[in-house]
């Protein structure tokens, strides 16, 4: 009684605030409504999702970003975590300068990178100048705009997932590495035998952190690009934005949440007995 | 707990009779930069200082879109704002939504008839402010699209800059002889548009209209003309300007790419709003001047800006209240020096007629310039899903300047996406005949 008593005030945000929510957007996905019709109950939002070519090429886009994003952020946050988890003067002075971009918020960075993007006036584009460059149309190209979103998006994420390995890291026993080493074990196989499958559970979060990420981090693609050219840098959660509130078509806004959210949750429980096939957890 | 009731009521009481006048609410938004809401406080101020009858609390609410949103959210959630400057181009959706109040009755009140009260703005804006003869909103800022250049690019290419390129002929020809190459690499382009969403369907629809076209239905938000020859022939332009003139880079420039290229002597000649003269004024180090934007086969460009709105919801007391703001936001006098700060245009013709404003006219020959071309202004798009259907064409028109699509076929998938778009407002409207 007690116990439930003291869980009351958060399990009454969370019904009001995420519960609540929840139910209500499924309700909303299989409620059929257009302008001025009469509801009712159906699958009518989610074939015209399907139908839908614009909500093909945010899929495409959402997943080439995830992909783009994910795999080299969490490669360099490993990287830089390997390198720099001894203590010392300059570790510490690296480690905080990659951190650095996690404590600028990323619309603030946004506005930033519009200029260092500028054809040729931007920051880069007048250093790439020194090596015989022209201006380059970096976030107006439909060829180049997503993978410049791309960019800024390791830029800002990767220190905040090197804390996560760094914590991992120093979670492992050093008597584990000392063993292998005296077993005759290389630093690449201690590395791979050792050391990755001991940081099994980190990577299983930051994975999972990381894909939320790639949902819900999209304020620089509004500052920079809107979307554009050609809704080339569109992404799931700003389609779902303009279905709602430009559009005011709030049933196919409610079946693509429900499908994306569906969609990740199943990804994160995979991902995670993935990783934690081949987890070592100490007792 | 008697006494404490009454206590309680007796305060309240005391509450409302020292605070006799309505207190009331006024979100604005501040599309361009600078030190615009500071100036929209000082007017409001002025407001509240001028009488006794009404006070007016001042709400910054974003950017225009923003404004759209938390407008939406307020009305829905049953707590309207009295009154709002909205974007003109969501005024059809308020009026179609039921969002907005019909200002007839009020307008009634002075002693006015709708069509009387709205021919005190230029005629250019009225489209936008009214639907089927009535009223939704009050013009209160406005801007059209405009053609700014370089005088020294002019001198250097054996142009005249007293005489800037009047059709599109001399536009193509000029924007040649301006341009700069290093190989393939533009390093003037002779040309320079704005093209991110938003500005671009503004300026596509100017092009079509002047290339004869009409763009959208004036009379009812169902129907948009994109697979036509006026808008395809637009469309072909942009692309030739690109890829066969190639006087304009490839890709997608927004505000800041146009803006800067302009500054830094990488454009010759730029199209932006009127509501940019200022911002170029102070930023551009070498002389400038405006032009029409030139013609295809008749001047025409399309209006931007903002309307004053009173939301559905409000009590008969708030109603007056902020009608009454925005009578005294609307008058020449206040209307006017708005205009001088912004560079916005005022929407009320008499403010013209001001001394002060024959002054500013006279010392600032760009901005003579603009309120020349509000001659050839034309409504500015407006439609059912407004934002989602100019999308469909931007996105299409975006591909044609990157080299990704050809302008007929860009045309034809552009009307198809705006035709869905349209459908569900179409089939309870136009669709829906008698059983």
């Not at chain 1, 975590?81 to 960075?109: D, E, F, K, S, W």
């Not at chain 2, 009608?323 to 609307?330: A, G, H, P, R, S």
């Not at chain 2, 020096?337 to 009320?348: D, N, V």
Request: charged share 15%.
């Amino acid at each position: 009684m007690t116990a439930w008593l003291l869980l009351a005030p958060s399990l009454l945000f969370l019904a009001a605030f995420t519960y609540w929510p929840v139910i209500g957007v499924t309700l909303r996905s299989f409620t059929q409504q257009r302008y001025g019709q009469q509801a009712s109950w159906g699958f009518d939002n989610f074939r015209r999702l399907a139908a839908d070519a614009h909500f093909g090429h945010v899929l495409t886009n959402s997943v080439l970003y995830a992909v783009g994003t994910i795999i080299p952020s969490l490669a360099l946050a490993l990287g830089f975590a390997m390198a720099l988890r001894r203590p010392g003067r300059l570790a510490t002075v690296l480690r905080t300068v990659l951190v650095m971009p996690q404590l600028i918020p990323l619309v603030a960075a946004a506005a930033l990178f519009v200029f260092v993007f500028l054809p040729g006036e931007g920051l880069l584009d007048h250093y790439l100048a020194y090596f015989g460059r022209h201006a380059t149309n970096w976030l107006g190209s439909p060829d180049l705009a997503l993978w410049a979103i791309i960019a800024i998006t390791i830029w800002k994420n990767t220190g905040y997932y090197m804390l996560f390995f760094l914590a991992g890291l120093a979670g492992i026993p050093d008597e584990l590495i000392e063993a292998a080493r005296v077993d005759g074990a290389h630093g690449w196989r201690r590395f791979v035998d050792v050391i990755l499958p001991l940081l099994g559970p980190t990577f299983g979060f930051v994975t999972v952190i990381a894909m939320v990420n790639t949902l819900i981090q999209i304020d620089h693609i509004i500052v920079m690009t809107g979307g554009g050219p050609s809704d080339r840098t569109n992404m799931i959660l700003y389609y779902i934005y303009q279905q709602a509130e430009q559009n005011q078509d709030t049933g196919l806004a409610a079946a693509a949440t429900v499908l994306c959210v569906g969609g990740l949750l199943l990804l994160s429980v995979l991902s995670l007995r993935a990783l934690e096939r081949g987890i070592h957890y100490e007792s | 707990m008697r006494k404490l009731a009454s206590a309680a009521a007796a305060l309240l009481m005391m509450g409302s009779a020292a605070q006799a006048a309505t207190e009331i609410d006024f979100f604005f938004p501040v599309p361009v930069q600078g030190k615009l809401s500071t100036e929209m406080t000082r007017m409001v101020e002025g407001f509240n200082s001028s009488q006794t009858d009404v006070h007016v609390t001042p709400v910054f609410t974003g950017a225009y879109d923003d404004t759209n949103l938390k407008t939406r959210a307020a009305v829905a959630a049953g707590k309207p704002p009295a009154a709002v400057l909205m974007s003109a181009n969501f005024m059809r959706e308020y009026a179609i939504d039921q969002k907005a109040m019909p200002l007839d009755a009020l307008i009634a009140k002075d002693g006015k008839t709708p069509e009387a009260f709205i021919e005190q703005f230029f005629p250019a804006v009225r489209p936008n402010a009214t639907e089927n003869g009535h009223v939704y909103g009050v013009p209160f800022q406005n801007s059209t699209p405009i053609l700014y250049y370089s005088v020294d690019a002019f001198k250097e290419a054996g142009l005249d800059p007293e005489k800037p390129p009047v059709t599109w002929q001399e536009w193509v020809d000029a924007a040649k002889k301006l341009t700069k190459r290093d190989g393939d690499s533009l390093t003037r382009a002779g040309l320079m548009i704005v093209e991110q969403y938003d500005t671009l369907g503004w300026l596509t629809s100017g092009f079509t209209m002047s290339n004869g076209g009409e763009y959208y239905n004036r009379g009812w938000g169902g129907e948009v003309y994109y697979n036509t020859a006026s808008t395809i022939g637009a469309v072909q332009f942009l692309d030739d300007l690109v890829h066969k003139f190639k006087v304009m880079p490839e890709g997608v420039s927004d505000a800041n790419a146009v803006a800067s290229a302009f500054f830094s002597g990488r454009a010759a000649m730029i199209v932006n709003s009127t509501g940019a003269l200022g911002f170029v004024r102070d930023n551009m180090k070498t002389p400038f001047k405006v032009a029409f934007v030139p013609r295809a086969i008749r001047n025409a460009v399309p209006i931007g800006g903002a309307s004053l709105i009173i939301p559905e919801g409000n009590s008969p007391e708030r109603q007056a209240a902020a009608w009454k703001l925005i009578t005294y936001l609307t008058s020449p006098a206040v209307n006017g020096s708005w205009s001088r700060f912004t560079g916005y245009f005022a929407p009320r013709m008499a403010a013209y007629d001001l001394p002060e404003m024959k002054d500013y006219i006279a010392k600032n020959p760009d901005a003579k310039v603009a309120i020349d071309q509000l001659a050839y202004g034309q409504p500015w798009f407006a439609t059912f899903n407004t934002v989602g259907v100019r999308k469909a064409l931007e996105d299409q028109v975006q591909a044609v300047l990157s080299g990704k699509a050809k302008p007929a076929e860009a045309m034809a998938q552009a009307q198809k996406d705006a035709d869905a778009l349209l459908r569900p407002y179409v089939e309870q409207t136009a669709l829906k005949l008698p059983q």
